[in-house]
């Protein structure tokens, strides 16, 4: 049950939070050894619960509603140099210890004809400006030539469950075909059973890529972009090519094609999949199925308020993005729970689902609480979370469509996305 599943990462993950050797791992420059007035453990819950206000109010909201952290008044400088003193591999722990216990403990994921199905892809990142950050991160100027910091981030989403399974953030134009195979590596150590497909876009096709996939049993469906000439058939829809470079020892048998898209463009895809059973019209289903990571960086864009960062240190950064992932992530088994009591109470023709921004708004919200909660009380506010969930619904409209907007424009937040922190 997905409930017991919540429960087993919250505790697991407050057990990871208060032990010493999560400390001693995590901490920089053998900081927190002495008693001071903030502990590691509460900068951790600081950094998960962190609202998109100033460092004053979140601490003073922290020290209001739970007394039992017993945090002594503290001035932002000391919260700014103690989270300093932390480094961000803690943060991304706590995300792949979801993940490892998420793959572990539930019993049936989410498939597509019989396949998990995962997206790969990259976004950039804006970060506050700071001639620190320019050099940490690099930069690309706008139209009046002025430096901007910039970042990139990478993710591994499975797309049926809502899952980020693995994530990272590094410098501007940071090498998606490096990323991905980190992203595959990580993937590879988890040991999931089943058949697998990978979706990219067209920035990662190479040979490379390829045979690492076909070598560790793993299906893909990549983008090919028009300068990819050697895999491009523009005669033939749907065909089966042999492709071997110049140096490569091992030829791969790859199958090519292409269909129209609604705006007159064509679509240029390859794969390894050759199987007959998978027609072009599957393949369509199954390439458009990547549009689920999309939605996920702009939740975190736009829900979680990732670019409104509570700091300008690399290392504050990197801590806000992780914490924002680890968070997105039990928001969504959450959903899924509220989605699930949704369907068994819905008698009328139309699709519901719960309203995602909401449950976002709760977890943050309920985040320290459910850490420090034992036992029954953790299923109770859980229980509490799912009920107001499946209350706030919003109707599933079928084939709705909004069209891409190609000019580009200053404005960050839309009408349609308020607020949830």
């Not at 998960?48 to 007394?67: A, G, H, Q, T, V």
């Amino acid at each position: 049950m997905e409930k017991q599943l919540i429960k087993k990462i919250l505790v697991n993950t407050k057990d990871l939070i208060h032990s010493d050797s999560f400390l001693k791992k995590h901490r920089l420059n053998n900081r927190f050894t002495r008693q001071g007035k903030l502990s590691f453990t509460d900068i951790m819950y600081f950094i998960l619960s962190r609202e998109n206000k100033s460092i004053s109010i979140n601490i003073s909201n922290m020290r209001r509603f739970f007394p039992q952290l017993k945090i002594p008044p503290v001035s932002k400088q000391a919260i700014s140099k103690a989270r300093q003193k932390v480094s961000s591999d803690a943060c991304l722990e706590l995300c792949h210890l979801f993940t490892k216990l998420y793959y572990k403990q539930k019993k049936k994921q989410s498939l597509w004809h019989g396949y998990h199905i995962y997206a790969i892809d990259g976004s950039t990142i804006q970060i506050p400006v700071s001639d620190e950050n320019i050099g940490f991160w690099g930069s690309n100027p706008n139209q009046y030539g002025i430096e901007e910091p910039l970042a990139s981030a990478s993710m591994l989403y499975d797309v049926m469950d809502g899952i980020i399974m693995d994530s990272l953030i590094g410098k501007y134009r940071l090498n998606e075909r490096e990323s991905a195979n980190k992203h595959i590596d990580f993937f590879i150590t988890q040991n999931i059973c089943g058949k697998h497909v990978f979706l990219f876009d067209r920035g990662y096709p190479s040979y490379e890529l390829f045979e690492k996939l076909i070598s560790n049993k793993l299906f893909f469906v990549m983008r090919l972009s028009l300068s990819f000439k050697k895999l491009i058939d523009k005669q033939n829809e749907d065909t089966i090519i042999v492709y071997h470079p110049k140096g490569k020892k091992r030829a791969l048998t790859l199958r090519t094609f292409h269909f129209l898209l609604p705006d007159g463009s064509i679509e240029y895809l390859v794969t390894n999949i050759i199987s007959p059973d998978f027609k072009l019209e599957t393949f369509k289903e199954l390439y458009f199925l990547r549009w689920g990571i999309e939605s996920r960086y702009k939740e975190l864009k736009m829900s979680f308020r990732l670019e409104s960062f509570s700091g300008y240190k690399p290392e504050i950064i990197k801590q806000d993005f992780y914490a924002a992932v680890f968070l997105s992530n039990l928001a969504s088994i959450t959903k899924n729970l509220a989605d699930s009591k949704i369907d068994k109470k819905e008698t009328n023709s139309y699709l519901y689902q719960a309203n995602k921004n909401f449950i976002i708004s709760q977890m943050k919200a309920n985040i320290i609480s459910v850490l420090l909660y034992k036992g029954k009380r953790v299923i109770k506010l859980i229980d509490k979370i799912i009920d107001e969930a499946s209350l706030n619904r919003s109707e599933i409209r079928p084939g709705r469509k909004y069209p891409r907007h190609k000019k580009y424009t200053r404005r960050k937040y839309f009408i349609n996305n308020k607020p949830c922190l």
